[in-house]
């Protein structure tokens, strides 16, 4: 498969290509690529290898189209154990979309034992047949289906991993790599058995470690809804086990997405 990636460099700016248009709106990017391209400069501006970015949150308040985009960044924080940075998205020189990221230095972990939620049980991905490449958007990611499907209703876990640079390139980093794919929590979350009718406004994106492996594992634990104002949420591994969580709140849509045949 070429490896086209979602956007390529042009100057200190961006142009996105096609293959990283969204599914509501074919003349819009996919959030995925936005939430994507904000991690990619925070990490390439402000990136530390002896800080962890623990948290990312990205705002998206409007649906940018494939005009040029720039990324302005600001270091709101630069401390000794913290650092905050802002990001803010420009297509066509409109804010589109803006990101916050906290990242905390590395040390090591107090002494005494703390309660965690057990690991899922998960086969890896190398044994795991490939499915219909349509599960993964036609090429824009590969799949590993677990257990229960968009359209479904029921437990829903599955591996996923990132077959594109988020920009041509740059070689895609462990952090890029999960938080290009964090989007994906919204579908995996808040659709039905009726289709997707939900589209999210934001993602935040906790992690403890970074990845060490290609494949991000979703695990969907939550999701409630109430007059039209959804919450998702998944759990995150690596094939070494739990790495963080991705969180979305999303709008009622009058418009299905992938609704099931009558």
Not at 63 to 88: F, M, N
Not at 145 to 153: D, F, H, L, N, Y
Not at 193 to 218: A, C, F, K, M
Request: proline share 10%.
């Amino acid at each position: 498969m070429s490896n086209v990636p979602f956007f390529t460099r042009d100057g200190d700016g961006f142009v996105p290509t096609e293959i990283g248009v969204s599914p509501w709106d074919r003349k819009s990017l996919h959030g995925r690529v936005v939430v994507g391209l904000l991690a990619f400069v925070i990490e390439e501006r402000h990136g530390d290898d002896a800080y962890m970015p623990a948290r990312l949150t990205v705002d998206m308040f409007r649906l940018p189209g494939l005009d040029p985009v720039e990324v302005t960044t600001r270091l709101v924080r630069d401390g000794k154990r913290i650092k905050v940075i802002e990001a803010e998205f420009f297509s066509g020189g409109v804010s589109m979309a803006r990101a916050s990221c906290q990242l905390l230095r590395r040390t090591e972990n107090p002494p005494g034992t703390v309660w965690s939620p057990p690991t899922w049980e998960a086969p890896k991905p190398d044994d795991m047949p490939p499915p219909d490449p349509k599960l993964g958007m036609n090429g824009m990611w590969a799949v590993r289906r677990i257990t229960g499907a968009i359209g479904t209703v029921g437990p829903r876990k599955l591996w996923l991993s990132e077959v594109r640079d988020v920009v041509g390139g740059a070689p895609i980093t462990p952090f890029v790599r999960v938080a290009v794919g964090a989007d994906f929590a919204s579908p995996f979350a808040n659709a039905g058995d009726q289709g997707l009718g939900y589209i999210n406004s934001d993602v935040t994106l906790y992690l403890h470690r970074l990845p060490v492996t290609e494949w991000i594992g979703y695990e969907v634990v939550n999701h409630h809804a109430t007059d039209g104002v959804a919450i998702g949420e998944c759990w995150l591994y690596d094939e070494a086990g739990p790495i963080g969580t991705a969180s979305v709140a999303a709008l009622g849509q009058r418009q299905m997405m992938g609704k099931p045949p009558p």
